[in-house]
């Protein structure tokens, strides 16, 4: 391409772009940024609406694994507790037979 070529490319988009600035700048384009502004808001408060809801769930469902697992340390530390129990009697048995028979 040549120098005029170039330069007749440049000048089309100097041209173009300052059309470009004035369409963007009108009545018009102004109303439509508003109408798009808004339609962003609305999308926003359904989005955060959305948050909101699917947030409180998550603590819901946090706390309610909170209590189960809860329950289970303390049904596992309850089983702990009854095995110990069966331990001590079952060798307080054996202390007792123990000592029987060394009394016959």
Known sequence: MNGWGKLGLWAGGVLF??????????????????????AAKRGGDCVMKTVTAIRENCEDISAAADDINEERARAKEEREIADARAKLEEYGAKQSAGADESAV
Request: no cysteine; proline share 0%.
């Open 17 to 38: 772009g300052t059309a470009g600035i004035a369409v963007l700048s009108s009545e018009d384009a102004k109303k439509l940024y508003t109408h798009v502004t808004a």
